[in-house]
């Protein structure tokens, strides 16, 4: 089944931010792209890999499966040295909200010097067929855990990660700056390959 036969395209995510982001870069493909909030009765997946990439690969698979669709899937997450990679897998787990995340990450980094602040966001994408094939990308950003958030654009640990080659936090890029640089942008344009010259035999 080739991708010019597949009406769908299923973001497989409740995240609304996420969504935008995706959607924004899958724009001008040929699906019409729709997210969880359009299959309400869809069961959550529960996150138990221990990899991005066994998570993505997961959510995809079974919402595939479960509505028929072509499915998106992605797993992400924010890797501190200091803390030995956490939060990780754990990254949208780590605290009830955003802002207690981004709390409870500075307080634990609290006294890490400056240069012992690296960090890294990564991005797993897996794109899936009902019948359970799939592919896998993935991509990263690097940058330093700021001492304070900074910026209103994005989400997630957006406003605590300081990118110094472009001297800003990511959450005070543009969204086309983000999408041009960030471990999920980089990510969706080598899935937006991935779906282009799609050729699963039949």
């Known amino acids: 089944m080739g991708y010019q036969t597949l009406r769908k395209l299923l973001i497989a ?4 931010g996420k ?3 995706i959607a ?3 724009a001008d493909l040929p699906f019409q792209l729709v997210t969880l909030a359009d299959y309400p009765d869809a069961p959550e997946v529960e996150e138990t890999g221990a990899t991005f990439v066994e998570n993505a690969i997961a959510k995809a698979c079974a919402y595939a499966a479960c509505t ?4 998106l899937a ?8 200091a803390l030995d990679g956490a939060p990780g897998v754990f990254s949208s787990r780590f605290a009830p909200t955003d802002p207690e995340r981004i709390a409870k990450l500075l307080d634990l980094m609290r006294d890490v010097p400056d240069e012992l602040r690296t960090a890294r966001f ?5 794109i899936a067929l009902p019948d359970g094939r799939v592919q896998v990308c993935e991509d990263s950003l690097e940058g330093l855990i700021a001492r304070e958030p900074k910026g209103t654009n994005g989400f997630g640990y957006d406003p605590i990660m300081y990118l110094p080659d472009l001297g800003k936090h990511v959450a005070e890029l543009e969204p086309e ?6 471990h999920r942008g980089k990510a969706l344009i080598k899935a937006k390959q991935l779906l282009i010259a799609l050729s699963f035999p039949p």
């Open 13 to 16: 995510t409740r995240n609304h």
């Open 19 to 21: 969504a935008r982001e």
């Open 24 to 26: 924004t870069v899958l």
């Open 68 to 71: 028929g669709e072509l499915t």
């Open 74 to 81: 992605d797993d992400s997450g924010l890797e501190v040295d």
């Open 122 to 126: 990564r991005c797993a994408i897996a």
């Open 177 to 182: 700056e983000k999408n041009a640089i960030s």
